[in-house]
């Protein structure tokens, strides 16, 4: 019996086509695709004009992708789908650190520094100390951590972005934890920045009524044998954008403090990772 | 109160964003595909490597298009979205000739040509007559309709697939019918060939266990004025492929006869064609 495209039969129609040899795992995400795709033009019963504008908008974030844009990763973000992904895929229980967005601006074999050391070195921007312990869900202190942590400088460009502006490495650096979990580095109190919006994303948020800001925030890769990965972001406090990150990467508890000291010449940030053991 | 991102409530973060001013169909469609995106990457739990797979297929898709290959298209059709969005967009009461996929094929303007004329200008091919007649609804004879016909040639290409070996306007031409409705006129038994199987979309219908292959098609384009315009393909009924057409362009209504006549020198496929008044 021939199972032609029909309105109502369409997903099953594509899905019958699977040949036997696909792997299970294939056959399962190709065919929630493929459901919730014509669900969504059944949903809205999608114009033509309206998939043209689609097929033109998705041929125009592949083709403005290149070795240091990566488009389509923007638009998963700006539609909250890498927030939702990292979600799915890091579950932790209350009280361990949360993840956020990796963005894509980490380097790999950064600088690995004293604690205390400073990370800034085009001298721009507020001084901020970072403090705190890397812990186990239990509190105890994990020795030997590695807390890799990179962020904007006080114009708001990370350094691979102004390659012939800002010194190699500015604003990165990595430390070890020692037998108390403690770590302790000088940076800037970072600033927010927009994501890059002058290609087909930075469009669609124009016409969406949304902005392109990112609020303040410091990256942290907390890493350590025998622990889940912590791939996070500590947010500035008071940051105006905190409530509507276009990428959606703030959670409540990655929210730090933000505090003068020293009389008002410097900002302190505390913060204590806490480490779930791998399964 | 800010709205933080939450796996349990991700799709309402993301639309809680958009702004007053947006138009309320924006609304609707981003609304929808926001929700049926994140169901996908619930419903699966949508892995770390599947999605970064997922973002490399669609820059690899968009980096390939040209102004000769559009494999957005493509994927649309291997995936019946593009049969999908036809469907919902030509709903029609029964008898009246149904829709199928327009495809890349079509040229603007090709020569008007006297009924039974021929339009295959390669020598190549079985020859087949196409005839039948333009009617509406109630089986009235329209008359003045163009019928304007195009089709492979028998190596399984289009003419603008090979400008430089085919002859221009190589089996097409438009036909306008008289006070009887009727059309008439000679081509060849068309042949039934891939789509373009070269690329990303070529690759994912491999991993499927899907084959590149349409079954033989004539393509008619049937306007008049007052009348829905008809975009549609008959199907040569013995094709091989006629069950399992790449694109899922057969429909039930559209495969049509072709018999022996004149002592098996010559094909004949009758077909009308039955247009539904505008509304």
Known sequence: MTHYFTEEGSVEAVNARMRGEVTPRLR??????VKHLHAFAKEVELTQTEWEFGIDFLTKTGQICSAERQEFILLSDVLGLSMLVDAINNRRPAGA????VFGPFHVEDAPIRAMGDTI???GK???CLFTGRVIDIHGEP?????VDVWSDNAEGFYDVQQPDVQ???????RFYTGADGAYAFRGIKPVSYPIPDDGPVGQMLDRL???PYRPAHMHFLVTSPGFQTIVTHTFVGDDPYLSDDAVFGVKQTLVAPFEHVRGDTEWHSPFDFVMVAKA
Do not use: Q
């Open 97 to 100: 650190t949360e993840n956020t």
């Open 167 to 173: 010194p190699k490495w500015n604003n990165r650096g």
């Open 142 to 146: 994990i020795e030997g951590a590695c």
């Open 120 to 122: 800034c070195l085009d």
């Open 28 to 33: 399962e995400v190709m065919e929630s695709l």
């Open 209 to 211: 009524g949304r902005h």
């Open 125 to 127: 921007g507020e001084t």
